[in-house]
């Protein structure tokens, strides 16, 4: 699942250098999805049938970011299949390195899908991630997932279950939030580590992947 997830965040990064945009009689730029009246639709519930179907999952992913930015982000599956072409820069997908729990099926929720919506700058940080490597980037920039995790070690990077963490008090299982990679991870270092405060908090402090979690609403609500 991770190799797939690395070539889905190659053509992720590809995909988000530039967006359609298509030029006017009157010379003025014009960006625009065929589906926005759809989308915006999508936004209010999920759709029923198969989560292995294309509809299901432009809807799973689209909505891991805010509607301004999901419903003109270009989707792509798991596989790194683009579902539906954008014009914003940004690219929501999931972003669950763990395999389906129901392969046949899909994914069982978006939860599980753990969809992220990010632009170019911010699957850099991804692509360092999954590759082992440090991110080198032009800017802070941030990742949007308000479907939530699957569940981190906060203290260390790599952990797939709680039953593997070091600390099973550090383990989190996140509900809906925002993430700031940074640039420099040392301009993190006034931040708390304490996920409990509600505040905004550091995730892999002290390491290059050091990133800023940021609760929204709901954000405990998969914790014990």
Request: glycine share 8%; charged share 20%; proline share 7%.
């Amino acid at each position: 699942m991770k190799s797939v997830l690395y070539c889905s965040i190659a053509a992720a990064l590809a995909l988000t250098a530039c967006a359609d945009v298509e030029i006017n009689e009157g010379g003025v730029e014009h960006t625009e999805t065929a589906a926005h009246s759809e989308n915006m639709h999508m936004h209010s519930g999920e759709p029923e049938g198969s989560h292995l179907s294309a509809e299901w999952q432009i809807w799973a992913y689209s909505t891991a970011g805010p509607s301004f930015i999901g419903d003109d982000a270009t989707i792509m599956g798991a596989d790194g299949t683009v579902l539906r072409e954008g014009s914003n820069g940004w690219t929501c997908m999931p972003g669950n390195p763990r395999p389906m729990s129901d392969p046949e099926n899909g994914w069982a929720s978006a939860h599980e899908a753990m969809p992220v919506c990010a632009d170019a700058e911010s699957f850099k940080w991804m692509d360092a991630y999954m590759t082992n490597s440090t991110p080198v980037m032009e800017r802070d920039a941030f990742m949007w997932m308000l479907h939530g995790d699957m569940g981190e070690d906060n203290t260390t990077p790599g952990v797939m279950t709680k039953a593997d963490a070091a600390d099973p008090s550090q383990w989190i299982e996140s509900g809906p939030h925002l993430m700031l990679m940074p640039k420099d991870p040392e301009s993190l270092s006034a931040f708390t580590t304490d996920f409990t405060s509600g505040a905004p908090y550091v995730m892999f402090a002290d390491t290059m992947w050091a990133h800023l979690m940021i609760p929204m609403e709901d954000y405990y609500k998969y914790q014990n």
